[in-house]
């Protein structure tokens, strides 16, 4: 082959004639060790008002990732066309052997590998190059990974102990893989407290099944407890992802530890309480679990916090591993303290980057009463007839202190409002200040939703702990296949560990000071849900809460502040006061110290601002509209109106160029539906990004007919071209160009695909050059005004 045919050669090509047979005769199995094409992140979701798009062009995908065995991910590999130096995809193939926590990176054009190795001796280069024949074997490349991840001879086997599959070819997510690993590795070292930091909607629940199936089908632990708070947690991993452990499985209820299974899971509130009678867990000797696994271990208040600690005391001898979407670190309560530094993170922000976590947008609602506050004129009474107290009262008394009937009502309007607007049965969290802020607010939207209510009288739902009919629709509202509740008012029951899938609208119209509060409710909207095209959840915020966002904290890294001396306890003292963080819910009827809450009917109350910001690219809260954020797409990927019409006119179909924008994010269907959906692609984009008056298909395709252009073609030609003129105005560009129409009237009636190509228009090529030109002559650079 010649240089010259080389460079025309597709990457495709280059991987097939030169990259895979060079790996092949290195020892690599095509079968187990060599995986080509791997989808590490779907790229992130772009929304704007109520459009969603993903941004294709930010997905991250390897050429090749070389595996030791499945599941030990060890190399990765970028291919490049011939037309590019060898070591062009270096930089590309380290972003991703970042994300993968893997040594070896590779680049390669067809002609050599340039390689990068993190763990080259003292002296040694980092970035080498080698020809093809000199690629590295699986041995090698193995013993690379074990030096970057500490992993002694004696480690292997349990580092290398298979992963649990059940055929149907689903495997963990990258960040999976190395939460589970490093957990692993860590085990394998010897290690017996363990932290692992994962962002709610991450896959923390099948994370841990793979983390013990792995040590428990390798013998490293028999026994495994499994701690829960929420009694709903237990049974959802029950059925859900702890499945496979089948008959050795089983939920510690009636106040029993059962010595004859060996994975146990339980509920703190089963295993221990405050009398000595109650902690069963000392039924058991300290040696019975060798294996502890604490979900959400940040949560609760510090009594909470002694609680599991009792637990983990007794069973010290134990693996103890703990999991949170939030490390607590206070001055009093730290479980970084306890457990040590995470041996692996995967936060809110990276999750939403990747394209795994849905993006939010933010309706901030300020109500003239919160804001200004509010004075009762002298000697004003409340509903009860009871003089109310002559101050100011404002947002932070609002439904603590003081209630204002007319707030809750505006409050419950407005959310109506934009779910009339979007759709009203989209899953949606309200939550309140306390059980009686809950009630009142779903008596407030049984009022404003009205008809719907009335027809579906478990529309709307109070579900707070006091509720047993509450608590018995949690299911249902956590289903996908339910339709009812939609609307969910609560207080503190769903900040936490409710798998929420299809939760489009979370209304904050509570105080919330605790930024792991703020982050689990958070948490209740962030999975993706495709099956239910729902890939982005609003926030709707009354009080301010979403002023966690700009808080470095909110996804900063966590820092251990009680530090013990020598001779001080390692665990953090109790705090003397604290956070609003999961104190138990409030019945509400008292509006704090004991006092009774004011309740004034008659007092008006209006909204005094409102403003809608976006989640932008680098994290931060923008405020941009879906045109806004499409032009600038467009104009990163055109220099200016004239390059667009230049690579639009010489583009051998529009929809390349259509395909290209909607990899940024930009899905021109979402434009028609702000522009008009009588305007084309082409005038989309001009008047979007270039502030070009747009004309409609129809416009458009009326001028061509005026200029007699079909004179030039016989009889048939001109009745297929007249066809396809009327087919643009109806649905636009990309029909014309797909050859599969002429299977449709008006053409069926000229003759038969075959026919219509070879016999009328003399061909393939003659036939698509009259389509170009018909192109042409709709996007005549004159009819752009």
Request: charged share 30%.
């Amino acid at each position: 082959m010649t240089d010259k045919e080389k460079k025309e050669l597709s990457e495709s090509d280059i991987c097939d004639l030169f990259i895979t047979p060079a790996i092949k005769d290195a020892g690599w199995d095509p079968y187990t060790q060599i995986r080509r094409e791997v989808t590490l992140t779907p790229g992130p979701v772009i929304v704007r008002g109520e459009m969603s798009a993903r941004n294709k062009n930010k997905k991250k995908f390897a050429d090749y990732v070389l595996a030791w065995k499945p599941g030990t991910r060890i190399a990765v590999i970028e291919a490049k066309e011939n037309n590019h130096s060898v070591s062009h995809g270096m930089q590309q193939a380290l972003g991703y052997a970042n994300i993968l926590g893997i040594p070896s990176a590779f680049s390669s054009n067809g002609d050599a590998f340039a390689s990068h190795n993190k763990v080259a001796a003292d002296g040694e280069d980092i970035e080498t190059e080698f020809p093809l024949e000199g690629f590295p074997n699986p041995k090698e490349l193995w013993e690379r990974y074990k030096k970057m991840h500490n992993i002694k001879d004696k480690e292997e086997e349990l580092v290398l102990q298979p992963y649990y599959t059940d055929g149907s070819n689903k495997e963990p997510r990258y960040y999976q893989i190395e939460a589970i690993n490093r957990t692993i590795e860590a085990v394998a070292r010897g290690e017996k407290r363990i932290l692992l930091v994962m962002a709610t909607g991450t896959g923390k629940t099948y994370t841990t099944f793979q983390i013990i199936w792995r040590l428990w089908k390798a013998k490293a632990v028999r026994r495994i407890l499994f701690l829960v708070d929420r009694n709903i947690l237990a049974d959802q991993t029950l059925v859900n992802d702890f499945k496979p452990f089948g008959s050795v499985m089983t939920k510690i209820k009636n106040r029993k530890i059962d010595p004859s299974y060996e994975i146990h899971l339980g509920l703190y509130q089963a295993l221990t309480g405050p009398d000595e009678s109650d902690k069963i867990y000392k039924s058991v000797s300290p040696d019975f679990f060798d294996l502890i696994v604490i979900d959400e271990c940040h949560r609760g208040s510090a009594a909470d916090d002694s609680a599991w600690r009792e637990i983990l005391k007794y069973f010290e001898n134990a693996i103890q591993i703990g999991l949170t979407a939030t490390p607590k670190e206070t001055e009093y309560v730290s479980n970084m303290t306890y457990f040590g530094k995470p041996v692996y993170t995967y936060s809110l922000k990276q999750g939403i980057q990747d394209g795994f976590l849905a993006p939010y947008k933010v309706v901030k609602i300020d109500i003239d009463k919160d804001v200004d506050g509010w004075t009762p004129p002298k000697g004003m009474t409340d509903d009860l007839g009871d003089e109310i107290e002559q101050r100011t009262y404002n947002q932070s008394d609002m439904d603590r202190i003081l209630v204002l009937n007319q707030r809750t009502k505006l409050v419950a309007k407005r959310v109506m409002q934009l779910l009339n607007a979007t759709d009203p049965y989209s899953k949606t969290i309200i939550f309140c200040e306390d059980i009686d802020h809950a009630e009142r607010m779903r008596k407030a939207i049984v009022n404003a939703a009205g008809k719907i209510a009335v027809d579906n009288p478990k529309y709307v739902m109070r579900i707070t702990g006091d509720s047993v009919e509450g608590k018995n629709e949690l299911d249902n509202f956590i289903d996908p296949e339910s339709k009812f509740p939609v609307i969910a008012t609560t207080s503190d029951l769903m900040t936490t560990g409710v798998d929420a899938k299809t939760c489009k609208l979370i209304v904050l119209d509570k105080t919330i000071n605790s930024m792991t509060t703020f982050k689990q409710i958070i948490g209740r909207g962030t999975r993706i849900d495709e099956d239910n095209k729902k890939f982005f959840f609003t926030i709707m915020d009354f009080k301010k809460a979403t002023e966690h966002f700009s808080d470095p904290e909110f996804d900063g890294e966590p820092v251990v502040i009680y530090n013990p001396g020598p001779d001080d306890d390692p665990v953090p003292p109790d705090p003397e006061g604290g956070e609003d963080d999961d104190t138990g819910e409030d019945d509400g009827e008292t509006g704090g110290e004991g006092r009774r809450k004011i309740f004034v009917s008659g007092v008006p109350a209006k909204i005094k601002s409102e403003r809608i910001e976006y989640l932008g690219e680098d994290g931060q809260l923008i405020t941009e509209s879906y045109k806004d954020f499409s032009a600038k797409r467009v104009q990163e990927e055109f220099a200016s109106l004239d390059d667009f019409l230049r690579k639009w006119n010489d583009a051998d179909k529009k929809k390349i160029i259509i395909e290209l924008l909607e990899e940024h994010g930009v899905v021109l269907e979402n434009l028609a539906d702000l522009v008009g959906r009588d305007f084309g692609d082409f005038d989309l984009i001009c008047h979007v990004a270039f502030g070009q008056k747009p004309l409609t298909r129809k416009e458009r395709a009326n001028n061509v007919k005026k200029r007699d252009y079909f004179t030039k073609y016989g009889e048939q030609a001109r009745a297929v071209l007249q066809g396809m003129l009327e087919l643009y105005a109806d649905k636009g560009v990309v029909s014309i160009e797909n050859p599969k129409v002429l299977k449709l009237k008006p053409f069926s009636d000229i003759g038969t695909p075959l026919e219509i190509i070879k016999d009328i228009f003399g061909g393939k090529d003659q036939y698509e050059q009259a389509i170009k030109e018909l192109e042409n002559e709709l996007f005549k650079e004159d009819k752009v005004a």
